[in-house]
């Protein structure tokens, strides 16, 4: 039991050498393959993950990986591993929808231990939309073409370093708010949580979560019980001296500017929609008002948007006057605290028009209002026959 425990890492398994793993834990592993009745698994280092995975336990790492290979026979994932593993993210099927309402990346360098490194913004996430524009099984296919890009990865750096390599994620919270507490949209989410927890044991070495607010707490709440507490380990959120542990622990050049470094993709550090996630910046002096027109082209448009004032309250106003000239109401806010927290909407339009966002400030004697907004569209898919 040669280990050092005073290197942090080791408690993680962190680059563990493969040939030692082998050697040190060659009793379990072999009993392991004895209770495998779903076939043989050729990778020790797979073989391993589960081991370590099920903290050592071997009937319940044998169990979990006869339910991977199950799993993995009935939604093809060898066949999706061998489309996937040398293509790049933006050719996954579905990828073109699923970046649009969620931005993330497989790649994007690597942390100073050489962990592969991966981006993810929740907060910037539509998870409403994304049920809108894809199904279960679209999705899956998405997720399953992404985590076996994924494995592969870590397959090929595994074998290339003699040593078990796992994936650094930075998972930013920045703009999370209730939206993501919609029922739908948490299904979904544990539902890709938890197949990437039992199919995919052990890829994850280290996760950061930077930027959480408030309403994390609840969130956690709900996501940590469904977590292995070799999973939890690997958990950190940070608080507010991120940008010094981040730094610390991954190069500058490989951290966006959102993650406190200066990394600058030609097309941006993760593929958000073409508009980003900018908010404009508008003023709208007292007693005044701003009326923000979004030309719709087609039937089947979501018109979503966001805002938020420096301070005190504004009224808020929403209608869409289709090209056939009726006009529906969309939202009537009144009077929105929109200082205190940031103000979502979205809307389907039933045919080409205009929709009017009207920002009004005439309550306002004499106080003008800093606003950041932001409006979007997404064209929803044709319709599909519904299954269900
Ligand atoms: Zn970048």
């Known amino acids: ?6 290197d942090p890492d080791n408690k993680l398994g962190m680059f563990e050498n493969v040939k030692e793993v082998k050697e040190k834990y060659a009793q379990q592993l072999s009993e392991i393959r004895s209770l495998l009745t779903e076939g043989e698994e050729a990778d020790d280092v797979v073989v391993y993950r589960y081991l370590r995975g099920y903290k050592f336990n071997v009937a319940n790492a044998a169990t979990a990986l006869n339910k991977t290979k199950k799993f993995r026979r009935e939604n093809g994932c060898d066949e999706i591993r061998k489309k996937a593993a040398n293509i790049e993210q933006m050719q996954f099927p579905f990828a073109d929808r699923v970046l649009q309402v969620h931005p993330h ?21 539509k998870p ?4 809108k524009i894809l199904t279960h099984e679209q ?71 930077i930027n959480a607010p408030f309403v994390f707490q609840a969130f956690w709440k709900v996501i940590k019980p469904i977590l292995q507490p070799a999973t939890l380990e690997k958990i950190n959120i940070l608080g507010s001296d991120w940008k010094e542990v981040l730094r ?7 951290l966006p500017e959102w993650a406190g470094g200066t990394c600058k993709c030609p097309e941006g550090c993760i593929v958000e929609r073409q508009e980003g996630y900018g908010l404009t910046e508008a003023k709208i002096d007292a007693r005044d008002k701003l009326a923000i027109e979004q030309p719709v082209e087609a039937a089947r448009t979501v018109v979503s948007w966001e805002f938020r004032t420096e301070s005190n ?11 056939n000239g009726e006009a529906i109401p969309v939202a009537e806010h009144g009077l929105v605290s929109s ?47 519904s299954q269900s």
């Open 1 to 6: 039991m040669a280990s050092t425990p005073a």
């Open 105 to 125: 990346n497989v790649l994007h360098g690597y942390d100073k231990k050489g962990q592969p490194l991966s981006l993810e913004r929740i907060g910037h996430a």
């Open 128 to 131: 409403s939309l994304l049920k």
């Open 139 to 209: 999705l899956m296919e998405y997720h399953l073409s992404h985590m076996e890009n994924k494995a592969a990865l870590v397959a090929r750096l595994s074998e290339e370093t003699n040593t078990v390599v796992r994936t650094a994620k930075i998972l930013d919270l920045d703009g999370l708010s209730m939206k993501l507490m919609d029922p739908a949209g948490i299904q979904l989410l544990l539902r890709v949580l938890s197949t990437s927890q039992d199919h995919y044991p052990e890829m994850l070495g280290r996760l950061y979560i």
């Open 248 to 254: 610390a622990n991954i190069d500058e050049k490989y």
């Open 313 to 323: 309250d504004i009224g808020f106003v929403a209608t869409f006057q289709s090209q």
């Open 339 to 385: 200082h205190a927290k940031i103000i979502t909407g979205e809307f389907e339009a039933p045919a080409a028009g205009v929709l009017k966002l009207t920002f009004d400030n005439s309550h306002s004697r004499w106080t003008s209002k800093k606003l950041f907004y932001k409006v979007e569209q997404v064209v929803l898919p044709p319709e599909e026959t």
